[in-house]
């Protein structure tokens, strides 16, 4: 069938990431190393290399999209850039293309290898390639022409998404569940455990906390954003209103009809677009609307152009008949009154230097012309403006170490049979929610590891806003005579799991063996 196929290959090579066939072969990545060139702004030429092997930056983008196109599947438009960046969409995409040369290299090693046919028969079970349950060659080709793929790169790409299948399977089947193991994960699933714990939140220990001067300069110092004042200015600025000219407009017959014409959606009844014989009045007020807007725009761009020099809006207010109003200081987050809603006329005046003449910038309350009068830049004010800010953040900070911090103590203590409260006798719940204390996956799974009356947990946990301390109180051991029975699907379920750390160790054992640069453009956002 690869013979068919190749037939009619095709010179194009892979541009664009095709929806249907990556649903139905989810993880195919064609790596075309070795042949990214120059990136055109004298950087790298190239997403990263990987023991001296290249991957283009052509091939980085074209991975990118694929993977940004799957999470949009599943986001859909809740994949905000924010959301795209706190996800590490384009770290995981240089990742995985750093992983896989890896993988395909230890491949050669393994002596890891698939055959065509064996490609054949994968790519004859791709559904987007069948026509009534049966691979179709037609549909094959015409799929692949319209995405602009010939069959060679698409069986190329295939045959290596299989040898990095098979070669992760290899890692995978190495993996084994010991029989202790299995006992363990039994007495988690069917043991009851008793806790003592004791808890601390920032609240409980706040009052303790006291900070000197120099605590509190060194606080401020380290968290300077936290408390700067905002930049601020204070303009003057005139403002044009095209609609009190446009009476004073006149507009010839020519004017309004290609003003209908092209504004002919704007003029629709029940029956669908109204003629121009019906419409007419409307249609040139309309016209003597625009023409006075555009002409009152030009007007102010003139203006602007001869008073620029020396920052004179009251010379060009006046050449425009209008009045300068001022403002007192402002920052963007909380303009002026005058100015509260016209969001361009505040991000124009942050824009301007002092004494710096802007505009002219449209609105829908007219046109603005705008001058800086003067600046206040952003900056730290110095502590005795702000002492009372800077103490309440840096005591919730401390308070919040010190409940950490008495709560570790606190664990020796419990190792001890120090007094503290119980939980009550509770079973492995997956979802993590601890009687008495809350949700906490990592506390659940903490508790079921401790055996031996007080031995108390590693570490505290913090759930919600406190911290806890906890130590076994108590541990119901459940009869092992049903281990025997349960053993298979046990060790079932946790096979999948092991086989998982293993190829992640195998896979991080190759990346810290290996020589890896990558081009820090392709980490932007």
Do not use: C
């Not at 002596?111 to 054949?120: E, L, P, R």
């Not at 995405?147 to 190495?174: A, G």
């Amino acid at each position: 069938m690869l013979g068919v196929m190749r037939k009619y290959k095709q010179s194009i090579v892979i541009k664009v990431v095709f929806v249907v066939i990556v649903l139905s072969f989810i993880g195919t990545i064609f790596l075309v190393w070795g042949k990214g060139g120059s990136d055109g702004r004298g950087g790298k030429s190239y997403a990263a290399t990987v023991n001296g092997t290249k991957i283009s930056l052509d091939e980085f983008q074209k991975s990118y999209y694929r993977t940004r196109g799957l999470y949009e599947q599943i986001y859909g438009r809740s994949l905000t850039p924010e959301l795209e960046k706190q996800m590490g969409i384009k770290k995981l995409t240089i990742d995985t293309l750093i992983d896989n040369v890896l993988i395909l290299d230890e491949a050669k090693k393994m002596g890891v290898k698939v055959n065509k046919d064996q490609v054949a028969a994968e790519i004859a079970k791709i559904p987007a390639f069948q026509k009534n349950g049966a691979f179709d060659f037609g549909v094959y080709q015409q799929t692949l022409k319209v995405n602009r793929i010939t069959p060679k790169d698409f069986e190329e790409s295939q045959e290596q998404e299989m040898v990095l299948q098979k070669t992760r399977n290899k890692i995978k089947e190495s993996a084994t569940v010991t029989d202790a193991e299995v006992k363990e994960a039994f007495k988690k699933q069917n043991d009851k455990v008793n806790l003592a714990y004791v808890s601390f939140s920032p609240a409980d220990v706040k009052g303790s906390v006291k900070l000197t001067d120099q605590e509190l300069t060194s606080y401020l110092q380290e968290h300077q954003n936290d408390f700067k004042t905002p930049e601020q200015v204070s303009v003057a600025y005139t403002v044009v209103n095209p609609a009190q000219a446009a009476a004073k407009v006149s507009v010839t017959a020519d004017e309004v009809q290609t003003y209908y014409q092209k504004n002919i959606d704007r003029y629709q009844g029940k029956g669908g677009i109204l003629p121009f014989a019906e419409v007419k009045d409307k249609a040139t007020a309309d016209a003597q609307k625009q023409k006075a807007a555009k002409e009152a725009y030009e007007k102010a761009a003139e203006a602007v152009n001869k008073f620029k020099a020396n920052g004179d809006l009251d010379g060009a207010a006046a050449a425009l008949g209008g009045k300068v109003e001022k403002t007192a200081f402002f920052t963007a987050k909380a303009p002026a009154a005058a100015l509260a809603g016209e969001n361009e006329v505040v991000a124009r005046a942050f824009a301007l230097k002092q004494g710096e003449l802007g505009g002219p910038v449209e609105t829908a309350k007219g046109i603005y012309l705008v001058k800086v009068l003067d600046k206040k830049p952003a900056a730290v004010p110095p502590l005795a403006q702000i002492k009372g800010a800077v103490e309440a953040k840096a005591v919730e900070v401390k308070a919040a170490d010190l409940a950490k911090k008495k709560a570790e103590e606190a664990l020796q203590q419990l190792s001890k049979g120090g007094a503290a409260k119980e939980t009550g006798s509770f079973g492995f719940a997956p979802t993590g929610v601890v009687p008495a204390i809350g949700t906490s996956p990592e506390l659940m799974e903490a508790a079921f590891t401790l055996n031996a009356p007080n031995q108390a947990a590693k570490q505290p946990f913090k759930v919600g806003e406190r911290w806890y301390a906890v130590a076994l109180k108590s541990r119901t051991e459940a009869p092992l005579t049903e281990l025997a029975k349960d053993s298979g699907s046990i060790k079932a379920a946790l096979l999948p799991k092991k086989q998982q750390e293993a190829l992640d160790k195998w896979v991080k054992g190759l990346r810290e063996k290996a020589k890896i640069d990558i081009n820090p453009m392709v980490l932007q956002d």
